[in-house]
């Protein structure tokens, strides 16, 4: 089994930035694919980004490409979401997830989950 934790969730301003990170542990060998997903109330989940066990592979999603940086650290077994050009619409709890296939899959197909951290955008 793996386990994720989330954190670095917070408010921010519109136009500001904001790292959050999910940390993994027990059976971590395994996995391939890191994601990250978010939802905001009365909403559906909805994919942001996904990066392959050496981050040489990524994925995003159109609304957040060129804002949002997906990165990892496979000896630390976490992988991190660096958000700029924060807007109102970025609010949300931010989940991430792991998975063992080696596809970078943006739909809600992973294996593990984590409690998710909240971010708030105010405009």
């Known amino acids: 089994q793996v386990q994720l934790v989330e954190s670095g969730g917070g408010l921010v301003q519109a136009g500001g930035s904001l790292r959050i990170s999910c940390a993994a542990s027990?059976?971590?060998?395994?996995?391939?694919?890191m994601g990250w997903f978010r939802q905001a109330p009365g909403k559906e989940r909805e994919f942001v980004a996904v990066?392959?066990?050496?981050?040489?592979?990524?994925t995003y999603a159109d609304s957040v490409k060129g804002r949002f940086t997906i990165s990892r650290d496979n000896a630390k077994n976490t992988v991190y979401l660096q958000m700029n050009s924060l807007k109102p619409e970025d609010t949300a709890v931010y989940y991430c997830?792991?998975?063992?296939?080696?596809?970078?899959?943006?739909?809600?197909?992973?294996?593990?989950w984590g409690q998710g951290t909240q971010v708030t955008v105010s405009s």
């Open positions: 997830a792991a998975d063992t296939k080696r596809v970078l899959t943006t739909g809600l197909e992973y294996e593990y």
């Open positions: 027990g059976r971590t060998f395994s996995i391939y694919a």
């Open positions: 990066i392959s066990w050496s981050g040489a592979r990524t």
